[in-house]
């Protein structure tokens, strides 16, 4: 970030939690330069600098900040919905110190030149790190590569069609095989296009409500196809949410067979099921849709498993005017980067998974999937960091989120969790 | 499930008459959700209708004053007249908007529409839209009550209430009775309401169709599934046929006309495996040669089709009176109204 502020900090009488040792105790952080320079039990009141900001945090959790690895932005081009500056502060204040801007824009992050102004976009309303995903193929029209190679120089962490699938399993396999001299990520929206033209999971719920619908099959039969491009390129794939059962039995095996295959979720998908849209909600329509509750559980277990390797926000902010329509017109999509990690915190708060666990699939594994700096509690490391109190009840408010839009399909949803100070490059970006 | 959007307001607590008997939903948005004495409430009111109809002085002044708008978002001519002519009948003020040519075009939403006629203070508004859910939505932002002509393939409650009406009077009764629905069953609110209503009223309902035009688990709605057809009218009491849109042609849901018909049109080989004396209903316009046998259309001894047309008018007639009930009590309690 832009300046880091001369007087070194420190976040003492915590409960740290740094997921590269696996360590959950307690301890502080001192920071100076915009670098972490001191971690650990040590870190006490005592052993600081006279000349350091001190901020108790009463043994609540310091953690690496979030790394966010699906968001859609807007700018340039859907500005109304989402811009640079109100999605960071957003990130802010949902605890998010890197946000990997989806490459959905108008124009499409598909040249060297957008890529550039997304990843060295600048300033004091940019509370965050933001680094670019590029489009896979040239207007994200699924016919033609993008240049992986020089995209990647430029910042590009790595390559989608965003919301769409790669569906021509030629460009796909072309793509993988071309992005395997740069060590490309391409990040597929798993959802077989033809079979995917419906609004919501296919079902009783579906059927009542008289809504077309798409079978978890689509996504399955898009999933299995791309592990076989896979295996004949060997490129590395990352399928962005996977919420269906059968869809984790396949990566399960593909990962076994040792293919370079990683998945992740968003937090609609293991906190909520389709009776979400029930009375035509459609701020939880999402793109794959809310699945069964089997399904759901079959998410959870995933995540215990390890089996899903990152979990991100797919924060897709939708003004009103794209939402207050009858079901099947209204567009898909949620915010996110507010309720994250909140909603995430449930999987803990539900002893589904370890605190640690919680943050790893938040931070440690993003950073390493995406080869970030971020997401790690260590000397020399950039000081980007969330303090929360992981036990507070707070009753998620559509009204008070700091993004551009409002379109969560948890508001009302009471969460445990609260960020209490959000730090970037050693500069304090949120406090609340 | 909770059925939470088949009428969206809940019944107040305490019942004019005293007896629990009566219809206390401020809108008609779908048959999902209503109890089985709320139905043959509607249903005994639209009864008196029948014969009010038969008379030559059709007109009562009941709903003199008021002001009911057809908003039909899809062309329509049948349930727009039917509406229209129970409007009249009740004698209140009726509008026809079919605004698919005028602001929709305009980039107006549908809620802005809704906003903009709600300023002109209808009583009712009675609204047929394209989409599943849009009449609900619609409903949420008037104040006078709005009663679904047809959402998308989500309902279409008074074409229920009518079919059940002309049951009712053919048959004396629903319960216990077998009834076969038959064709697209897929993209028909005519099929939704109808399964919600007779499974309600204790019928048992078959849907008969192939299974591209099956909604995925129409089982759990309490129906049974047939695809071949003759076993599905086995012994059925009642014949409902559903129109096939032409447009299914092009989704790969069927092959051709002709390979429907041939599998699922009615004709009187089919439906030789009925009972002798089972009624055949079709909601209309019906496709002679595509779902239905044009000789079977007119058997004036088997074919209800007529009469689900004159029972229409009543059952519009039974929802104005129900539904505007609370709002003229309020007035004359008031002293407003005459």
Redesign the interface.
């Known amino acids: 970030m832009s300046s880091a502020p001369a007087r070194p900090l420190a976040l003492i009488n915590a409960r740290l939690i740094d997921p590269t040792l696996g360590y959950d105790g307690p301890g502080g952080v001192l920071i100076a330069d915009g670098r972490m320079v001191a971690v650990g039990p040590q870190v006490t009141a005592a052993s600081l600098p006279a000349t350091a900001r001190i901020v108790d945090c009463a043994g609540k959790v310091v953690a690496p900040g979030l790394i966010d690895s699906r968001v859609f932005i807007g700018e340039p081009g859907f500005e109304h919905k989402e811009t640079l500056a109100s999605a960071s502060q957003a990130a802010a204040a949902g605890g998010v110190t890197t946000i990997v801007a989806m490459p959905n824009t108008k124009p499409v992050v598909d040249s060297v030149s957008l890529v550039e102004y997304i990843a060295r976009r600048r300033g004091d309303d940019i509370l965050v790190n933001v680094v670019p995903m590029a489009a896979a193929t040239k207007g994200l029209d699924g016919q033609e590569m993008t240049e992986v190679g020089l995209l990647s120089a430029a910042g590009a962490v790595a390559f989608s069609d965003g919301r769409s699938a790669i569906s021509d399993a030629n460009v796909l396999w072309k793509i993988l095989r071309y992005g395997r001299m740069f060590d490309a990520l391409v990040v597929q929206h798993a959802e077989e296009p033809s079979l995917s033209k419906g609004v919501m999971n296919?079902?009783?719920?579906?059927?009542?409500?008289?809504?077309s619908?798409n079978?978890p099959y689509a996504e399955l039969i898009q999933i299995e196809r791309d592990i076989r491009i896979v295996e004949a390129t060997g490129g590395r794939l990352h399928f962005a949410q996977v919420t269906t059962a059968k869809s984790l039995d396949v990566i399960r095996a593909a990962k076994a067979a040792g293919l370079p295959i990683t998945c992740g979720v968003t937090p609609p998908y293991f906190a909520l099921n389709e009776?979400a849209v029930?009375?035509?909600r459609t701020f939880a329509k999402l793109s794959p849709p809310l699945r069964a509750e089997q399904d759901r559980l079959a998410v959870v277990a995933a995540l215990q498993e390890g089996l899903i390797d990152v979990i991100a926000s797919g924060h897709d902010p939708q003004d009103p005017?794209s939402k207050?329509?009858?079901?099947?017109?209204a567009e898909f999509g949620a915010v996110g980067l507010e309720t994250l990690l909140p909603v995430s915190l449930e999987l803990y708060h539900n002893g589904h998974l370890s605190l640690l666990q919680v943050i790893d699939l938040l931070t440690r594994r993003p950073a390493n999937l995406f080869r970030l700096p971020g997401g790690r509690l260590a000397v020399d490391a950039p000081a980007d960091l969330v303090v929360f109190d992981a036990d507070v009840a707070v009753r998620i408010d559509a009204d008070k989120l700091k993004s551009k839009s409002k379109n969560t399909p948890f508001d009302g949803h009471p969460t445990q969790g609260r960020v209490m100070m959000t730090v970037v490059a050693g500069r304090v970006v949120h406090e609340g | 499930?909770?059925?939470?959007?088949g009428s969206s307001t809940p019944a107040p607590t305490s019942p004019p008459g005293g007896d629990g008997r009566g219809f206390f939903h401020k809108h008609l948005l779908g048959i999902?959700g209503l109890n089985p004495l709320e139905i043959g409430y509607l249903l005994e009111i639209a009864d008196t209708y029948v014969e009010q109809n038969r008379r030559a002085n059709k007109k009562k002044s009941l709903l003199k004053g008021m002001t009911l708008i057809n908003l039909f978002f899809e062309t329509s001519t049948r349930t727009r007249t039917s509406f229209e002519l129970a409007g009249k009948r009740l004698g209140c003020d009726v509008i026809n908007m079919q605004t698919d040519a005028s602001s929709i075009k305009k980039g107006e939403?549908?809620?802005d529409t809704a906003i903009t006629l709600n300023a002109m203070h209808p009583d009712i508004l009675v609204v047929r839209?394209s989409?599943?859910?849009?009449v609900?939505?619609l409903s949420e932002k008037v104040d006078g009550c709005v009663i679904n002509a047809g959402?998308?393939?989500?309902?279409h409650p008074t074409q229920a209430l009518l079919d059940a009406l002309t049951i009712r009077r053919r048959k004396g009764r629903i319960e216990g009775l077998t009834v076969a629905i038959c064709g697209d069953i897929l993209h028909s609110?005519v099929a939704?309401s109808n399964i919600h209503l007779l499974t309600t009223m204790g019928a048992r309902v078959r849907v008969v169709a192939p299974p591209t035009l099956l909604?995925?688990?129409?089982e759990?709605?309490g129906v049974e599934v047939f695809h071949d057809m003759r076993r599905g009218l086995e012994n059925c009491d009642i014949v409902m046929m559903l129109r096939l849109q032409q447009e299914r042609m092009r989704g790969s849901y069927l092959p051709s006309v002709r390979e429907f018909f041939h599998f699922y049109g009615l004709d009187h080989a089919k439906l030789s495996a009925a009972k002798p004396d089972a009624l055949i209903m079709h909601p209309g316009p019906m496709n002679r040669g595509v779902e239905i046998d044009t000789v079977v259309a007119d058997d004036i001894h088997r074919s209800a089709i007529q009469e689900q047309v004159e029972m229409g008018v009543a059952v519009r007639m039974a929802c104005l009176d129900v539904l505007t009930r609370k709002v003229r009590e309020t007035e004359l309690k008031n002293g407003g109204a005459s």
């Open positions: 296919a079902g009783e719920l579906a059927t009542r409500l008289g809504l619908s079978s009776l029930s009375d035509y005017e207050r329509l009858p079901f099947a017109q | 499930m909770t059925p939470t959007h999902e939403t549908l809620l839209h989409e599943s859910g849009a609900k939505l959402d998308g393939r989500h309902e609110r939704r909604p995925a688990a129409v759990r709605l």
